[in-house]
T-cell receptor, first 113, second 109 residues
């Protein structure tokens, strides 16, 4: 089934540890995004990528980094996790950047203790 | 600042009609989107409005008034499977999506 795959689904992490959330899409979409979703808040954009080889900062980029080595993969790395990064992380893609029709992965629930 | 307001939670009865409102204040406007998100799942795209008026898609309709900064999502013939959160998002002048916190819709038999 075409779509976006995220891994892991859920993870508990000690503060200070490094963590990479994986995201792969098979729709050949140019644009990819990482959002975090917290209770009572709207989705907030962390980082995005317009096309392979380019990335940009979203609304809440601090403490996170991304790379886009190819069209399909867009990993999100927390270099040194902090409790405030406890959240549900969604990867999404779209045919082109700035279209509002996004396709989301199933999410990665991260708890930082 | 940019702001999207939606009710936190609504309750409706199976078979009935419900209207979920969304008001926005953003830096420019380049379209409004509605997404559905079942608990523990990914958001999925429902509708897109860029011009004033009503867009109908089956049991779901979405309305936009740009002058009032207002939209609503209308769900008819409610089914239990419509129990979900409904997210309103506005694309601003920079083509960035600004998201509301979502409205949790509870359907009762």
């Amino acid at each position: 089934i075409a779509g976006i795959t995220q891994a892991p689904t859920s993870q508990i992490l000690a503060a200070g540890r490094r963590m990479t959330l994986r995201c792969t899409q098979d729709m050949r979409h140019n644009a990819m995004y990482w959002y975090r979703q917290d209770l009572g808040l709207g989705l907030r954009l962390i980082h995005y990528s317009n096309t392979a080889g380019t990335t940009g900062k979203g609304e809440v980029p601090d403490g996170y980094s991304v790379s886009r080595a190819n069209t399909d993969d867009f990993p999100l790395t927390l270099a040194s996790a902090v409790p405030s990064q406890t959240s549900v992380y969604f990867c999404a893609s779209s045919e082109v950047l700035d279209t509002g029709e996004l396709f989301f992965g199933e999410g990665s629930r991260l708890t930082v203790l | 600042g940019q702001n999207i307001d939606q009710p936190t939670e609504m309750t409706a009865t199976e078979g009935a009609i419900v209207q979920i409102n969304c008001t926005y204040q953003t830096s420019g406007f380049n379209g409004l989107f509605w997404y559905q998100q079942h608990a523990g799942e990914a958001p999925t795209f429902l509708s897109y409005n860029v011009l004033d008026g009503l867009e109908e898609k089956g049991r779901f309709s979405s309305f936009l008034s740009r002058s009032k900064g207002y939209s609503y999502l209308l769900l008819k013939e409610l089914q239990m499977k419509d129990s979900a959160s409904y997210l309103c998002a506005v694309r601003d002048s920079n083509y960035q999506l600004i998201w509301g916190a979502g409205t949790k819709l509870i359907i009762k038999p």
